[in-house]
Each structure stands twice: as C-alpha cells, then as structure tokens.
C-alpha cells in the first residue's frame, strides 16, 4: 500500500432535532437531498473524488435506510480495497453506551481504524453542502508539517457569531480558539493577520477564520489526542491540540454551507434551481454520486416550469411549477401549482388497481392531487395530498408547531413521510 492511506471517517450526527421531521424516520445523513441524492453522498462524493476510497460512516439513530443507501450506492471492486461502511453505535466489552459526542464517536471506533494502517484521518462533517479538493486538504496538512489541520473558511463579524474562530498567525498557524462568540463580544484580536489577507486575496470585510469541523490528524496524533474522555472536537479537542500541537488552518475558498436546520436545509435545496447556484451540481470535475434507480425520463403533459429541478421518473401534467424541487417519481395531476416547494418523491409507484381502490376509499393516490396549490414547502417522501387543497399562501397565518401530518418550522410547512392530506384542505 502507499505511504498516503488516509481513512475518512464521516460524523453522521445526533439525533438532527434541528432537521425533525425530516429525522423523525431515517438519520440526518440520509435525508434526502436536490431530489434524488441523500446528505451522505456529500462528503462521500468529496472523498472519492479525491481518491480516499476507505471511508467510514459513524451513526447511531434510525440508521436503517442510511445501511440501504450505502449498500445499494457504493460498492468498489476487490482489487483497490475501497469501501464505505457504517459504524452504528454499539455495546462492547469496554464500553455498553451511545455515543456522547463527536470526540466520543470516533474514539469507540478506534479498533475498527487500525488494522487499515491509515497514516492519516480525515474528520468531515455528514450535514455541510460543499464542493473540497480533499487531496489538497491533505497536501496542505503534509506541507506544513502539521499534526492538526482545519478546514477553514472566511467570514465577517456578523456571521462569526455562532461559529467557531480560529486566531492564526501570518504563517496560517493557529494559535487561538473562540466558540461561538455572539454578537456583543470584542473578538478583534482573532481577526485574520493583514499579511495573510493579501496573501491569499481575502475579501478585507471577511476577516474571520470560522472552523468548517473538518480535520486532519496525523495518525498517532488522533489516538493521542482522544486518550482521554473529552467528548467533543470543537469544543475539547481541538482547543487542548492548538495548545499542545502544530495546529494548521486550510483556508477552503469555495462555497459551503452548513445545512442542519430546516431553513437552511430548504433554502440551500431551492438554491440549487437557481440561475446560478451556489451548488455547481454540473461540474465535471467534481462529480455528486448517488444511487442509480434506472428509472424512466421525467415526462411533462403541457407544463409550465421555471426555475426548477426535476429527478428521475416523474409525471407531471398540466400543472404550473417555480423555485421549486421535484423528487424522484413524483407523481403530480392537473392544476397545481407548486411555488418554493421541495417535493422529495416516492420509494415506489402504485399501480393502476392501487389508485381505483384509493379513489374508491377516498384515499389520495401518492403524490399531488389534482388544483391543488402549494406554496414555501417541504414535502417528505411518500406523502398523499389530496384534491383542491391549499397549503402555505397564507404565510402570515402560520405558527409554527406540530400538527401531526405537518410540522411548521421558520413558517415553513413541512409535510411528513407517508403523511394523507385529505381533499380540500387548507393549511
């Protein structure tokens, strides 16, 4: 094997509250993403570009569907000893708990990563939108000489509140740490040295290097550094390396975005139907894998769609679409009208003697049913909307809650997996 055998091992997260409903029934990496990919492929998609093809996935909630993807997604041939692989939380001689934190995940698994003999790990994040050449993540790691490596993006004051900032030297060494400073506190000495502003170009208002929670560590450095019972990189970790150790920062210039919460997960996905995305899903070079559904080509019955991303094996007809998402085999009848909706599809489509017996029960079939309008929403995989229903063009109206087959959040309706929206009905 090379003497570079890095192992990226991906944080697949909590819980995800910040993402409920959406998690209520799979785990944050596996929530469904730009209408046919899932969170996961993200980072997965960034490592194999990069040719790091051994790569771990640690997860502990509703893990199910995340083991399905993957097994159905990823699969590498004998000969280059690549893989993807879940980790899920579980009971062992030396430890009977869950995960406790980011730090805790990686070190329960610290039996799983040595027989591979990595000479380095790579931490990524399983809820961040971006597009990294990890192989020069790495080969900024090597060249400095470092033990930790950041990866690290510029920001103003006003958006270095809720993040964590990185005081660096002008050589990029860091040398300094502040978590989530808010808005009120005096953090002017962080700012970026001037020296390393105009060396690499920085925009002057962005002068704040935040931590992207990505990481290189050199291998012993990471066992090292988790030899004790600190639970979280952030928070512990990594402030306890930068004191001890040659802590780098990689300065990432492209886009990122952290997509945790229902808002930002919403807006990053209608982003991408826009004129020009942030997301460039269209780059050669950095291509996003996911699973292959050999699935029909979309097919629109007089259609009026603007602005919008259509997956695989949908029917649409008559209908009037904007700013909006459509996921795989979604199935939407005549007169809708769809404005800043994210529609995440369906695993299956009924068949003809299903959607008779459904109209015979007064059942809606899977999908939109026909003159229904809908607008600022998100609507989980499977769901049933009925006939002449309005969601969401009352905006001002909403609050948000649970309201059982919906949950508002930011005033955005999200409807749930498997959820009957009954004919008629106005939310």
């Known amino acids: 094997m090379s003497k570079e055998n890095p192992l990226a091992i991906i944080l697949g997260g909590g819980q995800g509250t910040r993402l409920y409903p959406l998690t209520e029934q799979r785990s944050k990496p596996a929530v469904t993403f730009g209408g046919k990919y899932r969170l996961v492929d993200i980072p997965i998609s960034n490592c194999i570009n990069a040719g790091f093809n051994r790569i771990f996935v640690l997860t502990q909630f509703n893990s199910a569907s995340l083991h399905t993807h993957i097994n159905a997604t990823y699969k590498f041939d004998q000969f280059n000893g690549g893989f993807v692989e879940i980790l899920a939380a579980e009971q062992t001689p ?30 990524l994040s399983g809820d961040q939108l971006y597009q990294m ?37 002008s050589s990029g060494k860091v040398i300094g740490f502040l978590e989530k400073p808010g808005a009120s506190r005096d953090i002017s000495d962080m700012a970026i040295p001037p020296e390393y502003i105009e060396k690499h170009n920085l925009n002057p208002e962005c002068n704040y290097l935040a931590s992207m929670g990505m990481y290189i560590f050199t291998r012993g450095i990471l066992e090292d550094a988790l030899d004790n019972d600190k639970l979280d990189f952030g928070k512990e970790v990594i402030p306890h390396a930068i004191e001890t150790l040659h802590v780098n920062a990689y300065l990432y210039n492209g886009y990122w975005e952290d997509i945790g919460t229902i808002k930002s ?20 070079t950095h291509p996003l894998y996911t699973r292959m559904l050999n699935l029909g080509s979309s097919k629109f019955n007089n259609c009026h769609i603007t602005n919008t991303l259509t997956a695989e094996g949908s029917i649409i007809s008559d209908s009037k679409i904007s700013n909006s998402i459509i996921g795989v085999r979604s199935i939407i009848d005549a ?19 299903q959607i008779h017996e459904n109209e015979q029960h007064l059942v809606p079939h899977v999908g939109i049913g026909a003159n229904t309008h809908i607008n600022r929403s998100i609507i989980d995989k499977n769901a049933r909307i009925g006939r002449n229903c309005s969601i969401g063009l009352q905006p001002n109206n909403l609050q948000d ?13 999200v409807i749930r997996k498997n959820a009957l929206i009954p004919d008629n009905t106005i939310i």
Do not use: Q
Request: proline share 3%; aromatic share 10%; glycine share 6%.
């Open 265 to 284: 997960f919403y807006e990053a996905n209608l982003n991408l139907a826009a004129d020009l995305p942030s997301f460039d899903m269209y780059d050669a």
């Open 401 to 413: 809650g649970d309201y059982g087959s919906y949950v508002i959040k930011d005033k955005i309706i």
């Open 94 to 123: 030396n430890s009977s708990s869950w995960f406790n934190g980011t730090a805790d995940a990686v070190r329960k698994n610290l039996a799983h990563y040595h027989p591979l003999n990595p000479s380095h790990y790579i931490i």
């Open 335 to 353: 007169g809708v009208v769809l404005t800043g909706v994210l529609m995440m599809g369906a695993d299956f489509y009924e068949s003809i003697d």
């Open 133 to 169: 050449d990890l192989g020069d993540f790495l080969a900024s790691h090597r060249s400095h000489h470092a033990e930790v490596s950041i990866a690290t993006t510029c920001v103003t004051r006003e958006n270095a509140n809720d993040l964590g900032i990185l005081k660096i030297d």
